[in-house]
Nanobody, 114 residues
Framework: QVQLVESGGGLVQAGGSLRLSCVAS????????MNWYRQAPEKQRELVAT???????NYADSVKGRFTINRDNAKNTVYLQMNSLKPEDTAVYYC????????WGQGTQVTVSS
């Protein structure tokens, strides 16, 4: 099992930046992959970015070149640096951890105003 706590969401103007954090209750090396998802109102949850235990990363096409996922193993923390934010990035952002099962954090709201 793992518990995940996200933080860093908020209200920002278009073109601005935010950094989301996700603190895990266990070592990131024991987790196959860490992911950031988002869900906008009346839309399906979508995968935004992934980082594996080996450090490989993957991004949704809609955020490539603007978002960066990275991690601090000493702090058991994964970050999502979001730059050049757009109103369409507005959503609740969720951190998830892939073990035998997928575990979810509680989510953090990101609102981008135009």
């Amino acid at each position: 099992q793992v518990q995940l706590v996200e933080s860093g969401g908020g209200l920002v103007q278009a073109g601005g930046s935010l950094r989301l954090s996700c603190v895990a209750s266990r070592s990131l090396f024991s987790i196959n992959a860490m992911n950031w998802y988002r869900q906008a109102p009346e839309k399906q949850r979508e995968l935004v970015a992934t980082i594996t235990s080996g450090g490989s990363t993957n991004y949704a096409d809609s955020v490539k070149g603007r978002f960066t996922i990275n991690r601090d193993n000493a702090k058991n923390t994964v970050y999502l640096q979001m730059n050049s934010l757009k109103p369409e990035d507005t959503a609740v952002y969720y951190c998830s951890a892939d073990l035998i099962y997928r575990y979810w954090g509680q989510g953090t709201q990101v609102t981008v105003s135009s």
